[in-house]
């Protein structure tokens, strides 16, 4: 149980263009999904914080009119990255933490690779 | 502030036991996360750790104490596959996962 699913896995576009990720909960109800971008070599970096019908939380340093976060239901949230530039290529990690668990659990998708050309 | 410090890379022989061990000063502490991630993957959940003491899962072991801030994560009987990053994560008094930078475990023959 607890499987995340992201879509699609890996990503090639050009600058100015954008990119929407899928985040889907497969078996469980995720109250809350998190999105995480890690750099090479680099730990996961928080983006945002989204709760399902309300608007996400981002985190200090990052564009919320870039990066578009959309929870429309307890199964599924989307990122998008509006205008991508060759800075923007990185690995996208989305998570969702059920509203059950007492411990915070969050279950992570298999992540998407992003290059922007 | 809020940090996460855990060894940046650490190399162990095959069959061997090695000690990743975290440290951290939290704005609150709500439980403790290991995951494992091998390169270019998703990070997996291998423990958690919210009362003091060691919990054991196969040949993976996590130890917590909350008065020093800190945790180790234990590796018995490596095997080649056991080589990715460990990251540490504290949940902080907001329920945000605080990450660590990961430790990166080489493991030889």
């Known amino acids: 149980g607890a499987v995340v699913s992201q879509h699609p896995s890996r990503v090639i576009c050009k600058s100015g263009t954008s990119v929407k990720i899928e985040c889907r909960s497969l078996d469980f109800q995720a109250t809350t999904m998190f999105w995480y971008r890690q750099f090479p070599k680099k730990s996961l970096m928080l983006m945002a914080t989204?709760?399902?019908?309300?608007?996400?939380?981002?985190e200090q340093g990052v564009e919320k009119d870039k990066f578009l976060i959309n929870h429309a239901s307890l199964t599924l949230s989307t990122l998008t990255v509006t205008s991508a530039h060759p800075e923007d290529s990185s690995f996208y990690i989305c998570?969702?933490?059920?509203?059950?668990?007492?411990?915070?659990?969050?279950?992570f998708g298999p992540g998407t690779r992003l290059t922007v050309l | 502030g809020q940090n996460i410090d855990q060894p940046t890379e650490m190399t162990a022989t095959e069959g061997a036991i090695v000690q990743i061990n975290c440290t951290y000063q939290?704005?609150?502490?709500?439980?403790l996360f290991w995951y494992q991630q091998h390169a270019g993957e998703a990070p997996t959940f291998l423990s958690y750790n919210v009362l003091d003491g060691l919990e054991e899962k196969g040949r993976f072991s996590s130890f917590l104490s909350r008065s020093k801030g800190y945790s180790y994560l234990l590796l018995k009987e490596l095997q080649m596959k056991d080589s990715a990053s460990y990251l540490c994560?504290?949940?902080?008094?907001?329920?945000?996962?605080?990450w660590g930078a990961g430790t990166k475990l080489i493991i030889k023959p």
């Open positions: 939290t704005s609150g502490f709500n439980g």
């Open positions: 989204s709760n399902e019908g309300s608007k996400a939380t981002y």
């Open positions: 998570s969702a933490r059920p509203g059950t668990t007492d411990y915070n659990e969050q279950f």
């Open positions: 994560a504290v949940v902080d008094s907001n329920y945000q996962l605080i």
